[in-house]
């Protein structure tokens, strides 16, 4: 239970750290290794720990202070990988991501971050005309 | 070695059963879990063995064969929890997915995919004007 707990404040962290453009405390939250990967909405994928928070670097440089807030979070736990996967609100605007996160000693380190478009929540594909909704 | 040789294999026969439109082999290849994630695109979040299987009769029901290429796949292991990441090319259009597998019993089971929009492979955003990039 603890750990589920301390998994969610690892993503809460993540999304005070974008919100906040900290880019610092983002430097802090991912695992420095070469293995981590980061796909931004539209972009390829960035690999490795010098890639990624170059990213980052670039987009919380890039843009105003503005309120990044994770809502309904789905915690899961496979040995020492959690994955939280939440929608991303910004003003009236919904993302989803898929944040996954490796304990290592006694903490959450980040190791991926997927974010991209989705509807808003409470939409519910199978009960809609799923020929409009298909790759 | 042979570790990573049998999750890119796993993830082929994800991108075949997606392509032949076999809903028996889809089935075969995801963990009967309560826990696993399939975000499609566009999609919020389905979880659940049901659900998530659910959405696949559906969409392989409601669409013409056509072939699912995954390229430039990138390979990560951590612990039991396999990632794969690969652009999904369909005739000309590509999208990126996060694909993840469990190692269990022997064999490599999926527990989630996230698949979404992205930019054709080649294009690199971290030398391109980021302000048109950022979330």
Not at 40 to 47: D, E, T, Y
Not at 69 to 87: E, H, R
Request: hydrophobic share 40%; glycine share 6%.
């Amino acid at each position: 239970m603890a750990e589920i707990e301390t998994l969610l404040f690892a993503n809460e962290t993540f999304y005070d750290a974008f919100s906040a453009r900290d880019v610092q405390q983002m430097r802090s939250l991912w695992r420095n290794s070469n293995d981590i990967l980061c796909i931004h909405p539209g972009w390829g994928p960035l690999r490795g720990y010098k890639d990624v928070l170059e990213s980052w670097a670039l987009i919380l440089g890039a843009s105003e202070k503005s309120k990044i807030t994770p809502i309904n979070p789905i915690v899961t736990k496979a040995g020492a990988v959690g994955s939280v996967v939440c929608l991303e609100k910004l003003e009236n605007q919904y993302l989803i991501a898929t944040n996954l996160f490796l304990f290592e000693s006694g903490s959450w380190l980040m190791i991926h971050h997927h974010a991209g478009p989705t509807s808003a929540p409470g939409y519910d594909p199978l009960t809609t005309d799923i020929k409009q909704q298909i790759h």
